[in-house]
């Protein structure tokens, strides 16, 4: 497999909203480079960006050809209608423009969508689920994963029967996803158990939607930040 690892961007009402300024520092996600470390080491062809300190860090600085508009997402709403397959083009444009900040020259084989852990409301799913359809759209022979705790909040079987009936992506990891994903790969690959794979939703053949009981264990082995726009995080001082 030939495996694309996003951390996706979040918005928020601007009241809540973080700075995202040049004097302003953030850590890289840990969390990716965990996943990452672990998959590597198991041999797995990963690339792995960061799409939310880039967007965010290229808004502020000056509105180009790859500024992105962030307030077309905040409508829930339009975003469901676009999921459903209802033609948006200022949305679609908007989201090939935050895509263009990373490579996808690779066929990848799996998308990877990290969501981020924060109780920040609907809108950072919302955001994250509008990407998968469109990578849906444009590699519909790609497996379209999404991750991250706040998942657990809002995504459910009925909702997930939904996003699988638009054909908005295939599974979702729910809990610590690194032996999660290490066991799926190997089951798409020999006998699709897939009620093997922890924290694991998914649609069987007849319809039906499962969802496995969580892996609640982390697997801290290798940090690897390897592809994050490491320069992105520093303090740029003026």
Not at 173 to 200: D, M, R, T, W
Request: proline share 4%; aromatic share 14%; net charge neutral.
């Amino acid at each position: 497999f030939k495996i694309k690892f996003l951390k996706c961007p979040y918005v928020v009402e601007a009241s809540h909203s973080p700075s995202f300024t040049l004097e302003t520092t953030y850590l890289p996600p840990i969390d990716m480079a965990i996943i990452t470390g672990y998959l590597r080491k198991r041999g797995y062809d990963i690339d792995q960006d960061d799409l939310n300190i880039k967007m965010h860090r290229e808004n502020a600085v000056k509105q180009n050809s790859n500024y992105v508009d962030i307030a077309v997402f905040s409508s829930s709403e339009r975003a469901l209608d676009y999921i459903a397959g209802k033609d948006d083009k200022y949305l679609e444009d908007n989201i090939k423009r935050l895509l263009s900040k990373t490579s996808l020259a690779k066929q990848y084989d799996i998308f990877l969508l990290s969501t981020f852990s924060y109780n920040l409301g609907i809108s950072p799913i919302i955001f994250v689920l509008s990407i998968a359809k469109y990578l849906k759209k444009k590699y519909p022979y790609s497996y379209i994963i999404l991750g991250g705790r706040i998942l657990r909040r809002y995504i459910h079987k009925n909702n997930f029967c939904f996003l699988r009936k638009h054909n908005c992506l295939d599974f979702v990891i729910l809990g610590y996803g690194e032996q999660s994903l290490e066991i799926l790969f190997e089951e798409l690959v020999s006998s699709k158990a897939l009620n093997k794979v922890p924290g694991l939703m998914y649609e069987e053949r007849e319809g039906e939607v499962k969802c496995n009981p969580q892996n609640e264990s982390v697997y801290l082995e290798t940090l690897d930040f390897d592809g994050l726009p490491m320069e992105y995080y520093r303090l740029e001082c003026k």
